[in-house]
């Protein structure tokens, strides 16, 4: 069973960075996809970024984040970051990491209901930018 554990919420200021972190257990192979997604109240949840650990794939953004935040492995492990810089109110909300063993998911990640795709989901972390 994988787990993902997901930590680094928090308050911020806008302009400010903050960076998450997300890790995975229990999977029994080096390949997977790797995904950032987030839910304002109110809103559809959005994938944002995603990573495809272990075939050195290519990292892809949605264009609400682009320029601004960077996914990057976490060292050999099956862990990833979300650097966030220059945030901004409307970034606020909860974060969930996700995961899939599918390469393509890496791809489809900004596509309108893509988390109904992924397979493996974290508990979720809180990120809140005050204005």
């Known amino acids: 069973q994988v787990q993902l554990v997901e930590s680094g919420g928090g308050s911020v200021q806008a302009g400010g960075s903050l960076t998450l972190s997300c890790a995975a257990s229990g999977y029994a192979y080096r390949s997977i996809c790797m995904a950032w997604f987030r839910q304002a109240p109110g809103k559809e949840r959005e994938g944002i970024a995603s990573l495809y650990i272990g075939r050195g794939g290519s990292a892809y953004y949605a264009d609400s984040v682009k320029g601004r935040f960077t996914i990057s492995q976490a060292g050999a492990n099956i862990s990833v970051y979300l650097q966030m810089n220059t945030l901004k109110p409307e970034d606020t909300a909860m974060y969930y990491c996700?995961?899939?063993?599918?390469?393509?998911?890496?791809?489809?990640?900004?596509?309108?209901?893509?988390?109904?795709?992924?397979?493996?989901w974290g508990q979720g972390t809180q990120v809140t930018v005050s204005s």
């Open positions: 996700a995961a899939d063993h599918l390469a393509r998911m890496c791809t489809e990640v900004t596509s309108p209901g893509s988390s109904d795709m992924f397979g493996y």
